[in-house]
T-cell receptor, first 115, second 112 residues
Framework: QKEVEQDPGPLSVPEGAIVSLNCTYS??????FMWYRQYSRKGPELLMYTYSSGNKEDGRFTAQVDKSSKYISLFIRDSQPSDSATYLC???????????????FGTGTLLAVQP | DVKVTQSSRYLVKRTGEKVFLECVQD?????MFWYRQDPGLGLRLIYFSYDVKMKEKGDIPEGYSVSREKKERFSLILESASTNQTSMYLC???????????FGPGTRLTVL
């Protein structure tokens, strides 16, 4: 079983829809949770970052972490065609330095927002 | 802004060639990483380094080696390229105090 599971999609939605992207994980030591967005033929860029459980909102994006269920989500409100990309979840355990900065990634969900 | 650059965007090599992929970051980050990204498999860690001349194997180090002689530069070496090393290669860096990694644009390597 992979440490991090993510539905690869593709997910196709109409413009303006609310998008929900999810990952599950098995390692209870994970403390830091991230979402990266990757446009075609580009490197991933950080979209959202959260520590431990809870919600974080940034504009149209909301990240949720439920550590009791080992489940994280990214919500995109009022989705736009420019949101079309692959979304990768990533996480790491607590602490600093050395191998603790190693991230474990999901395989990514391909999202297409249709105009 | 953090900038991570990679030496080539696209590279075509022949089987058996020695291949060098170079990554440079300009933010004085201690940690640097090399990943490969393949459809359906996501990002897989090849090697990482948390200090100059220090390196640790990631999940798939076979067929690869790395070099970190200077803090800002981390090189990935394919000693004898094979067709199954055709992939997108991504470099990333982070500092000890920062909880996220910054990625370069990637190198799409094709081995014929």
């Amino acid at each position: 079983q992979k440490e991090v599971e993510q539905d690869p999609g593709p997910l196709s939605v109409p413009e303006g829809a609310i998008v929900s992207l999810n990952c599950t994980y098995s390692n209870s030591a994970f403390q830091y949770f991230m979402w990266y967005r990757q446009y075609s033929r580009k490197g991933p860029e950080l979209l959202m970052y959260t520590y431990s459980s809870g919600n974080k909102e940034d504009g149209r994006f909301t990240a949720q972490v439920d550590k009791s269920s080992k489940y994280i989500s990214l919500f995109i409100r009022d989705s736009q065609p420019s949101d079309s990309a692959t979304y990768l979840c990533a996480m790491r355990r607590g602490g600093y330095g050395g191998a603790t900065n190693k991230l474990i990634f999901g395989t990514g969900t391909l999202l297409a927002v249709q105009p | 802004d953090v900038k991570v650059t990679q030496s080539s965007r696209y590279l075509v090599k022949r089987t058996g060639e020695k291949v060098f992929l170079e990554c440079v970051q300009d933010m004085d980050h201690e940690n640097m990483f090399w990943y490969r990204q393949d459809p359906g498999l996501g990002l897989r860690l090849i090697y990482f380094s948390y200090d100059v001349k220090m390196k640790e194997k990631g999940d798939i180090p076979e067929g690869y080696s790395v070099s970190r002689e200077k803090k800002e530069r981390f090189s990935l070496i394919l000693e004898s390229a094979s067709t199954n090393q055709t992939s997108m290669y991504l470099c990333a860096s982070t500092s000890v105090q920062v909880d996220t990694q910054y990625f370069g644009p990637g190198t799409r390597l094709t081995v014929l």
